[in-house]
Structure formats: C-alpha cells, structure tokens
C-alpha cells in the first residue's frame, strides 16, 4: 500500500482516504472492488441482465450484491453450510447492498430446485462445488434454456467463457 496524498493507493489501483485506512477497511474496500470488476465481466460476458440468478457458493455475499447491482436480476445466493447465508446476509444488510438480494442453503439436488429456473447460473468456486458433491449437470439442468452458466475459476482467475 502506498500513501499518496490524503489516500491510500492499494495494490490493485483503488484509492480510500486516509482516514480509513484501517487494515480491515482497505481489504473490505480492495474485495469489494475485486468483486465489482469480477460482478462487471460476469454481466459482460453472459449478456444477462435481468431475471433470476443463482449464485453457487455465494460466500460472504459481496459478489452476490455487486451482480444484484450492476444489472435488473433478482440474484440468490446459496451455500450447503446454512451458517454462511446467514452470515452473507448480515454483511450485505450491513453494508446497504441489499436490493435484490436473497441468501439461503440448499443441496441443488433434483428434490430442491426446478428445471430450466435460472437465467444466470454463477459458480464462483467450481473446485469447492464440486467437493462439496454438485454435479455440473445440475448446473446445467437448473439454467434455462436461453440462460447462462458461468463458472469462474479463483485460481487461474478466468470464467469458463474465456476458456472456450
């Protein structure tokens, strides 16, 4: 982190005052960041706008809001550990980015989700999905027809769509 001024410049280029330049500012500020760049190029790429997204391994939520806020979906946020919505859930309501925004737990197993339900299937750790035992049919069953299914990958930090 370098100081310039009255801000702090970090790594990745995104400026926060001085004055909250707090470790757990500036890292709360940098991934909010990283997801809206991540929420933008999902957007972007899938050409989805509006209706209904799953997002897969949603986390801590950030990256669930900032797609709800770049675009006219309806974006639900879903985790097998039902711990973690609730948590997502209260950091999102914390920060206001709570506008078209859900959080809950399930399987995604034939038994709690529709076919052909999404518009936007976002799978932001396929690695950790797929350990957690989803199949990527299941994906690909719960997209519908004309939706999207992205699935991005922390590691080498490309989107399936890049790849193909």
């Known amino acids: 982190m370098a100081i310039a001024g009255s801000e702090c410049v970090t790594a990745q280029g995104l400026s926060v005052p001085n004055g909250a330049a707090s470790a757990g500012k500036v890292a709360a500020a940098v991934h909010d960041s990283v997801s809206e760049r991540v929420a933008r190029q999902i957007i972007e790429t899938t050409i989805v706008r509006s ?3 799953l997002h897969v ?6 990256l669930t809001a900032s797609i709800a806020g770049q675009s006219q979906l309806r974006v ?3 985790e097998n550990d039902a711990q973690l919505p609730a948590e997502a859930r209260d950091g999102v309501w914390t920060d206001g980015l709570f506008s078209g925004v859900s959080f ?9 989700c529709d076919d052909r ?3 936007l299937v ?9 350990r957690a035992g989803l199949e990527l049919s299941v994906l690909a069953r719960v997209t519908s027809p004309l ?3 992205c699935v991005c990958c922390p590691v080498c930090r490309l989107t ?5």
């Not at 391994?57 to 950030?62: K, L, M, N």
């Not at 976002?122 to 797929?130: F, I, N, P, R």
């Not at 399936?160 to 193909?164: D, E, F, G």
Request: glycine letters at 14%.
């Open 76 to 78: 639900y946020g879903i």
């Open 147 to 149: 939706g999207a299914l």
């Open 117 to 119: 339900l999404a518009d």
């Open 51 to 53: 209706g209904l997204c």
């Open 122 to 130: 976002v799978v932001h750790d396929l690695d950790a999905v797929l």
């Open 104 to 112: 809950g737990s399930c399987s995604l197993d034939r038994s709690s």
């Open 57 to 62: 391994g949603s986390r801590d939520g950030r």
């Open 160 to 164: 399936l769509s890049q790849l193909l």
